[in-house]
């Protein structure tokens, strides 16, 4: 009687039957969490869906003439030299409004309906990866939700509304470097793991190419972004242990140089030299005083933002994307407690390498293809495959075997598994050769 009750107790107390902690009110996030993503990808969506729509009814002014003139006469061309040689020396920037211009107002009305599915787009895959790097299962849903708040209060919530979304000139100078920056990182996170070398040299050319042309674009978004890069590359050097290899540093080199040739071109150009002609009394850009104004405008841009309400929808949004990734990540059951860890074989000496030679016979080493190229490291094994009679490898040193480049580390076997038995195991013998029946003759 006794036994058929505690099995009971124990089919009562299994894991595969539901609780009543499962069922109670830790599932009340998990029910809530999709209903307020619907509300705020309905409220986010419908306040950019309204400024997508205005576009469609903006009327050309100022800039947008005098842009406008020039593409239909001189063409994209012809206006991206005239910037270059009598206005600004803006030439990505000339280029960019000449395609826009170039079919006529149509252009600068479907313009705020682009930049914003650009946007949207590249803000949802960055926060993607940057879910699935941290081990999190990404919500699509409450991830569209976020990068529409946040664009919401881009476009919504400043002094300048107009000018960051609807006004072509403003917008292609102050808003789409942004859109341009964020793709160039997805670029940068898609080429720098990829297998193909190809890839990865396509990408750090891109790189080098956004970087002028961004350069060329805005000022004040290079040398943000310049700044960032830079920040970044430091913290990707592979001292720091932060990354393991040299593309990231290698990458945030390139987009710096980008950035630099492209403002020494525009620095340098005929229209910027004209232009800070007309402007004598103003001061350098690198001067005590334009640096003070410039570190006041940036306090006051901050004593903007947090002092409006509307901006704590930020932070609100972020934190609930990340309770819903962590709630969508899949957990262990408690009910099934870890194996203990089983201990490593300590490590065989390997033995002596036919001829001589210095330390073991195998060294599994790390050999790059390039010096500065880690990132295509392949386990070799310089005294297995080494001749007898060739030259036996340094202490601690191995040498690439069809090569023979020094390697960059050297680790023992046992790190990548159990050494190789020395000499190597004998081919299988063929098996005995026998005469193939004849045929019988019918």
């Not at 939700?145 to 292609?172: D, H, K, M, N």
């Not at 099934?336 to 030679?357: D, I, K, L, V, Y």
Request: proline share 13%; charged share 10%; net charge positive.
């Amino acid at each position: 009687m006794s036994t058929m009750a505690a099995e009971g107790e124990e089919e009562r107390l299994s894991p595969s039957t539901p609780t009543r902690r499962e069922t109670g009110p830790r599932r009340l996030p998990r029910t809530l969490l999709p209903a307020a993503a619907a509300t705020l990808l309905t409220a986010a969506g419908a306040l950019v869906a309204v400024g997508c729509f205005l576009g469609l009814y903006i009327r050309p002014t100022s800039d947008d003439w005098c842009a406008a003139w020039k593409t239909r006469d001189l063409g994209v061309l012809g206006i991206t030299a005239d910037f270059y040689t009598t206005q600004n020396g803006r030439i990505a920037n000339a280029f960019l409004s000449g395609l826009l211009y170039s079919g006529g107002p149509a252009g600068t009305k479907i313009l705020p309906t682009l930049i914003t599915v650009l946007l949207t787009t590249a803000l949802v895959l960055l926060g993607r990866r940057l879910l699935r790097a941290l081990g999190h299962t990404p919500p699509l849903l409450l991830l569209t939700a976020c990068a529409l708040v946040l664009q919401a209060l881009l476009y919504f919530a400043g002094t300048r509304s107009y000018q960051v979304l609807l006004w072509a000139p403003a917008t292609i100078s102050h808003t789409l470097p942004g859109v341009i920056g964020l793709w160039a990182l997805l670029l940068a996170l898609a080429t720098l793991t990829h297998p193909r070398p190809a890839v990865r040299t396509a990408g750090l050319a891109g790189a080098l190419l956004i970087g002028f042309a961004l350069g060329t674009l805005s000022e004040p978004f290079a040398l943000v972004s310049g700044l960032t890069a830079a920040l970044t590359a430091l913290l990707c050097l592979p001292r720091l242990r932060l990354a393991t290899t040299w593309r990231p540093f290698t990458w945030c080199l390139l987009w710096c140089t980008g950035l630099a040739c492209g403002l020494a071109v525009l620095y340098t150009s005929p229209g910027a030299r004209w232009r800070r002609a007309q402007q004598l009394e103003k001061e350098p850009l690198l001067s005590t005083g334009e640096l003070h104004a410039t570190y006041e405008d940036w306090l006051r841009m901050w004593d903007t933002v947090t002092g409006q309400w509307a901006y704590l929808a930020a932070p609100a949004a972020g934190l609930l994307l990340g309770l819903a990734a962590t709630l969508r990540t899949p957990r262990p059951s408690p009910s099934t407690s870890p194996s203990p860890p089983t201990p490593a074989p300590p490590p065989t000496p390997a033995p002596a390498r036919p001829g001589g030679g210095h330390g073991p016979p195998c060294c599994c080493s790390h050999c790059p293809w390039w010096p500065w190229d880690r990132s295509r490291w392949r386990p070799a094994c310089a005294a297995d495959t080494a001749p007898p009679d060739g030259p036996t490898p340094a202490p601690g040193r191995a040498t690439c075997c069809p090569w023979n480049w020094p390697c960059a580390a050297t680790e023992p076997c046992w790190a990548h598994g159990p050494p190789p038995a020395w000499p190597p195991a004998a081919p299988p013998a063929p098996p005995p050769w026998r005469p193939a029946p004849r045929p019988r003759s019918a």
